[in-house]
């Protein structure tokens, strides 16, 4: 086994943070191999900013529960689940955007919700609620889920939300 990974498995023991650092010449290309659970990689899962993609050394922090969770969902879902964005930077655009950012606390991740039914979205959500995830944001224009461990604002952020106002417990019923 190489370094790296041993690294991540080890990171992986402390069951709190994962935090580990590694040259993103190291993944580049193969970053598949790396694997921080059965199916996703640090090269889904690691910042994807440009500063990250050619810096020397780069930093991953991503919370063990929310891989974990992330894992439960693929394998309750049975079949590939796609993170567009897990952990994000200081130098992040979005993060500069938003500092208190929940991927930057390595608490969120953002998944594909291309080509999926509505009924694999709902089949999700109910498991992740199951799991006591109550921080999801549903773009159905963007086609991702947000998952997060907490809410960003403190408050007034618990439950199933959307970025655009295209879902509401009203019209849910139409979309099925
Ligand atoms: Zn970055
Ligand atoms: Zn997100």
């Known amino acids: 086994m190489n370094t790296l990974q041993q690294e991540i498995n080890n990171a992986r023991l402390h069951k709190n943070l994962i935090t580990f650092s590694y040259a993103p ?31 020397e050394r780069v930093h991953f922090i991503f919370h063990y529960r929310l891989l974990e969770v992330l894992q439960l969902l693929r394998n309750h879902l049975g079949f590939p689940v796609y993170p567009n964005s897990g952990y994000r930077c200081i130098v992040h655009p979005y993060t500069i955007k938003n500092p ?56 007034n952020r618990i439950g199933v939300y959307d970025y655009h106002n295209s879902i509401t417990l009203k019209n849910i019923k139409g979309l099925l």
């Open 25 to 55: 010449s190291e993944i580049k290309g193969n970053g598949k191999r790396y694997s921080m659970s059965s199916n996703f990689t640090l090269e889904e899962l690691g910042c994807h900013c440009s500063r990250c993609s050619s810096a």
């Open 100 to 155: 208190l950012s929940n991927h930057h606390k390595g608490l969120a991740v953002d998944i594909s919700l291309n080509g999926w039914t509505i009924l694999k979205l709902i089949k999700a959500v109910l498991f992740l609620g199951s799991l006591g995830i109550e921080n999801i944001g549903i773009d159905l224009k963007k086609e991702f889920m947000h998952i997060a461990l907490s809410s960003e604002y403190g408050n």
